[in-house]
């Protein structure tokens, strides 16, 4: 932990989460919300929000998945191919990654919506829509499912 201090305030904040400049763009917000940070600093407040406002925001709701309705949970797993991986969990979080002509691909996100079978990862306006061809099903006791036209198999537990 860390503590800071600032006028008649004082702050605790784990410095892994924040970091030391986490901690001076923490504190300015504060003091500029409580008002307690003078007309001359406040052009320094505003600047390290102006640069670090948008990074928390995106760590903020790149983390915001939603849980995967009871009637998806065939989804939840490890896929595999030979060229493709796909991790999708219970609580929304996607992790895709492809090697197609010689160039990787990977995309690590929350999942937003089912579209039919496809689904939609992402966050805001950046979202990729995964085709799924064939959803989640049983053959002979292992798990198939084809995506972007990559037959996957469920990698057991």
Avoid at 74 to 87: I, P, Q, T
Avoid at 131 to 152: C, N, Q, S, Y
């Amino acid at each position: 932990m860390h503590e800071g201090a600032c006028s008649r305030f004082s702050f605790s904040v784990p410095l892994g989460l924040w970091g030391t400049r986490g901690l001076a763009f923490f504190q300015c917000m504060v003091l500029v919300f409580l008002g307690e940070i003078s007309a001359d600093r406040i052009f320094i407040g505003i600047k390290l929000m102006k640069k670090y406002l948008p990074v928390f925001f995106i760590i903020l709701l790149s983390g915001c998945a939603d849980p995967l309705p009871e009637d998806r949970l065939d989804y939840v797993g490890e896929w595999r191919s030979n060229e493709m991986g796909l991790l999708i969990l219970a609580d929304g979080s996607v992790s895709y990654k492809r090697l197609k002509g010689g160039a990787t691909t990977s995309v690590s996100g929350p999942l937003k919506r089912f579209e039919g079978d496809n689904f939609v990862v992402g966050v805001f306006f950046m979202t990729t829509t995964f085709d799924v061809t064939e959803p989640p099903h049983e053959i002979g006791g292992a798990w198939k499912m084809t995506v972007d036209g990559v037959r996957l198999t469920r990698v057991s537990d």
